[in-house]
C-alpha cells in the first residue's frame, strides 16, 4: 500500500510547500495529486521524494522489499545506495560478488564500481582505491558513467589524503567530464550528482572558484541534466 499521508505529514513538519518539494522531480501537479489522490509515481519519482524527505521506501510503500522488486540484484543495491541505505548495500553486494560472471565486463565494472563506492563511505579508502581503479583502468567495453565516477572519485580519495598530483590528474578537465556525463535515468542522475558534489568541493578547496561556477553554469544550463537550483544550494552549503 502506498502511504501518501506520510509524504505529506513529512513535507509539511520540513515547512516544504508542494512546488518547493517538487523542485526539479516533477511538477507541482504532480505532486498535488500523489498527496490528495493517492497516485503512486514512478520507482525514480518516488526515490528521489523520499531523498529530499529523509525517508525511505520502507516508509512510504508498507509492502515493500528492494530485493524483490522488480529489479536485477546489482541495481536493487544500487538503489540502495541511493537510499543511502549503505550496509544494506553492501550485504547485497556481498551476494552478488560470489555468484558474479568474471566474463561479463559491464556487470563487473558495475559490481566493482558500487562496492568501492560502499568501502568509500564506509571509510575503507583502501579498499575503494582497489575497486575503482578496476574501473577506471578497464581496457574492456566501458560503462561510461560509472568509469567517469570512478575516476573522480578516485580524485576524491587522493584530495582527502592530500596526495594533491594524484587528485589534480583525476580532476582533470573536469567541466567537459561531467558536462557529457550519460544521464539515462534517475540512478544515472543520482551519480552526476555524486561528481559534482566531489568536483564542486574539490575546486573550492583548491581556490578555483571560477572554474567551480563555471562548472555549476554548465549544469544548470544542460536541460538532459534538470539540475534544481535547490540541490545546487544545498551542495554549496554542505561544501563550506
Given at each position: 500500500?502506498?502511504?501518501?499521508?506520510?509524504?505529506?505529514?513529512?513535507?509539511?513538519?520540513?515547512?516544504?510547500?508542494?512546488?518547493?518539494?517538487?523542485?526539479?522531480?516533477?511538477?507541482?501537479?504532480?505532486?498535488?495529486?500523489?498527496?490528495?489522490?493517492?497516485?503512486?509515481?514512478?520507482?525514480?519519482?518516488?526515490?528521489?521524494?523520499?531523498?529530499?524527505?529523509?525517508?525511505?521506501?520502507?516508509?512510504?510503500?508498507?509492502?515493500?522489499?528492494?530485493?524483490?522488486?522488480?529489479?536485477?540484484?546489482?541495481?536493487?543495491?544500487?538503489?540502495?545506495?541511493?537510499?543511502?541505505?549503505?550496509?544494506?548495500?553492501?550485504?547485497?553486494?556481498?551476494?552478488?560478488?560470489?555468484?558474479?560472471?568474471?566474463?561479463?565486463?559491464?556487470?563487473?565494472q558495475?559490481?566493482?564500481?558500487?562496492?568501492?563506492y560502499?568501502?568509500?563511505?564506509?571509510?575503507?579508502?583502501?579498499?575503494?582505491?582497489?575497486?575503482?581503479?578496476?574501473?577506471?583502468?578497464?581496457?574492456q567495453?566501458?560503462?561510461?558513467?560509472?568509469?567517469?565516477?570512478?575516476?573522480?572519485?578516485?580524485?576524491?580519495?587522493?584530495?582527502?589524503?592530500?596526495?594533491?598530483?594524484?587528485?589534480?590528474?583525476?580532476?582533470?578537465d573536469?567541466?567537459?567530464?561531467?558536462?557529457?556525463?550519460?544521464?539515462?535515468?534517475?540512478?544515472?542522475?543520482?551519480?552526476?550528482?555524486?561528481?559534482?558534489?566531489?568536483?564542486?568541493?574539490?575546486?573550492?578547496?583548491?581556490?578555483?572558484?571560477?572554474?567551480?561556477?563555471?562548472?555549476?553554469?554548465?549544469?544548470?544550463?544542460?536541460?538532459?541534466y534538470?539540475?534544481?537550483?535547490?540541490?545546487?544550494?544545498?551542495?554549496?552549503?554542505?561544501?563550506?
Amino acid at each position: 500500500m502506498f502511504l501518501n499521508s506520510i509524504i505529506r505529514q513529512q513535507r509539511k513538519a520540513k515547512g516544504l510547500n508542494q512546488s518547493e518539494l517538487a523542485a526539479g522531480i516533477c511538477t507541482q501537479a504532480t505532486m498535488s495529486n500523489i498527496e490528495n489522490k493517492g497516485t503512486v509515481p514512478s520507482l525514480g519519482t518516488l526515490i528521489q521524494l523520499c531523498q529530499r524527505l529523509d525517508l525511505t521506501l520502507n516508509d512510504v510503500v508498507s509492502e515493500f522489499q528492494t530485493v524483490a522488486d522488480n529489479f536485477d540484484e546489482l541495481t536493487s543495491a544500487e538503489r540502495l545506495i541511493a537510499l543511502d541505505q549503505i550496509d544494506q548495500a553492501g550485504e547485497q553486494l556481498k551476494k552478488v560478488g560470489a555468484n558474479l560472471d568474471k566474463d561479463d565486463a559491464l556487470t563487473n565494472q558495475q559490481y566493482q564500481f558500487l562496492t568501492g563506492y560502499v568501502c568509500l563511505l564506509q571509510d575503507d579508502l583502501d579498499g575503494a582505491v582497489f575497486h575503482f581503479s578496476f574501473v577506471a583502468n578497464s581496457e574492456q567495453e566501458a560503462n561510461l558513467p560509472y568509469v567517469t565516477c570512478a575516476h573522480i572519485s578516485l580524485g576524491e580519495i587522493y584530495f582527502q589524503r592530500n596526495q594533491l598530483d594524484r587528485a589534480s590528474f583525476y580532476f582533470n578537465d573536469i567541466k567537459t567530464i561531467l558536462a557529457n556525463f550519460d544521464v539515462k535515468n534517475e540512478l544515472g542522475l543520482f551519480w552526476l550528482k555524486v561528481c559534482v558534489r566531489f568536483a564542486y568541493n574539490y575546486l573550492m578547496k583548491t581556490n578555483q572558484n571560477a572554474e567551480a561556477k563555471t562548472l555549476i553554469s554548465q549544469l544548470l544550463a544542460n536541460p538532459d541534466y534538470q539540475i534544481s537550483s535547490r540541490f545546487i544550494e544545498e551542495f554549496q552549503e554542505f561544501s563550506k
